[in-house]
């Protein structure tokens, strides 16, 4: 049997690298918001990561966003606030892969 610690590093090395590569394109975020996490979820401790590809205007401003996996009510909230970031300019429209994690113990 894998140890719950050994599971959790796995997660977070995984999570680590999904967030990372969000900001490894060409679109550098310039303002980012942060989802506001639903209070009935984080009380009862459910939690979890929201993928997303997110299209980018050429003036960095979000035009469309498809959620690719995650919680429903999670990713609503996700959706809100990626909605809001601004990313830097580009000469042309682009897409980009998010990840917003949700951690109920932080």
């Known amino acids: 049997m894998i140890s719950r610690s050994v599971l959790f590093g796995a997660f977070l090395v995984l999570a680590g690298s999904s967030l990372a590569s969000a900001q490894e394109t060409s679109r550098r975020i310039i303002k980012k918001v942060e989802a506001q996490y639903p209070a009935i979820l984080k009380r ?57 994690s949700f951690d109920p113990h932080s």
């Open 44 to 100: 009862r401790g459910i939690g979890g990561t929201v993928r997303m590809k997110v299209t980018v205007k050429a003036d960095g401003t979000v035009k469309h966003i498809e959620i690719l996996g995650g919680n429903a009510i999670l990713a609503d909230s996700a959706q809100s606030a990626v909605n809001q970031w601004k990313f830097a300019e580009n000469a042309a429209e682009s897409v980009v892969e998010v990840t917003v």
